[in-house]
């Protein structure tokens, strides 16, 4: 039986999250992470609910899955987000030494790769999964606050 447990299946679950994020005037991202195909943490941005510029859905889900783990390191962990992290988020993902990272659509002007902020040696990067999606979300969000 083939695994149901994909990157669009997590990235189905960040995006969600991302959704609830919309939903209350966030930022729309979401993200999970994810260790032996089991959801340890699921959360959005939480900027305006927390009045933090650091309450960014990735930093949520590293301390939520640190604790989950009971330890600062997220080896053989991977975060789903719908967003390419900026580089705040990627360097607390450097240093939580996280093994992989999935995102949905790119941020041209904010994102890691953009911003040139490297990973940890060891982390792989996949993006592009349910890019459309993950972008059109973005620009509804932003066009809604045009208004």
Known sequence: ?????????FMKKAYQEAEIAFEKGEVPVGAVIVVADKIIARTHNLTELLN?????????AITAAANFLGGKYLKDCTLYVTIEPCQ????ALYWSQITKI???ARDEHRGFL??????????????G???Q??????????ASRRK
């Open 1 to 9: 039986m083939e695994n149901p447990f994909t990157h669009e299946y």
């Open 52 to 60: 933090d510029v650091t309450a960014h859905a990735e930093m949520q």
């Open 88 to 91: 705040m988020c990627a360097g």
């Open 102 to 104: 999935v995102f949905g």
């Open 114 to 127: 953009k911003m040139g902020t490297q990973l940890h040696p060891r982390t792989e990067v996949i993006q």
């Open 129 to 131: 999964v349910m890019e």
């Open 133 to 142: 999606e993950c972008g059109d979300l973005m620009v509804r969000f932003f």
